[in-house]
């Protein structure tokens, strides 16, 4: 949630899947760690644009307190989380 150019992740890191979500194309493109990526200001649409229950893991690293409205975030992270997932805020 709310990436940009680095995800405060290991470069080696072995996940399937690394989806971003953040307001900068030109940043989420330059971070080697993504296979996805999502351009959207959580500010002015909190919809998320995946599946119920699609994630095993949330993280959101150093951006939580920019949010205007974060519990209508969270309900929709809660949303896309799979039953036992993890949800990270730093």
């Given at each position: 949630?709310?990436?940009?150019?680095?995800?405060?992740?290991?470069?080696?890191?072995?996940?399937?899947?690394?989806?971003?979500?953040g307001?900068?194309?030109?940043?989420?493109?330059?971070n080697?760690?993504l296979?996805?990526?999502?351009?959207?200001?959580l500010?002015t649409?909190?919809?998320?644009?995946?599946?119920?229950?699609?994630?095993?893991?949330?993280i959101?690293?150093?951006?939580?307190?920019y949010?205007?409205?974060?519990l209508?975030?969270?309900?929709?992270?809660?949303?896309?989380?799979?039953?036992g997932?993890?949800?990270i805020?730093?």
């Amino acid at each position: 949630m709310m990436s940009s150019w680095t995800s405060h992740l290991p470069l080696d890191l072995k996940a399937t899947q690394l989806v971003g979500v953040g307001l900068n194309e030109e940043e989420l493109k330059a971070n080697p760690l993504l296979s996805q990526f999502v351009v959207q200001d959580l500010n002015t649409n909190h919809r998320l644009p995946f599946e119920d229950c699609s994630f095993e893991v949330v993280i959101c690293s150093v951006s939580v307190d920019y949010l205007t409205q974060p519990l209508a975030v969270f309900k929709e992270l809660f949303r896309v989380m799979a039953p036992g997932a993890s949800c990270i805020m730093s």
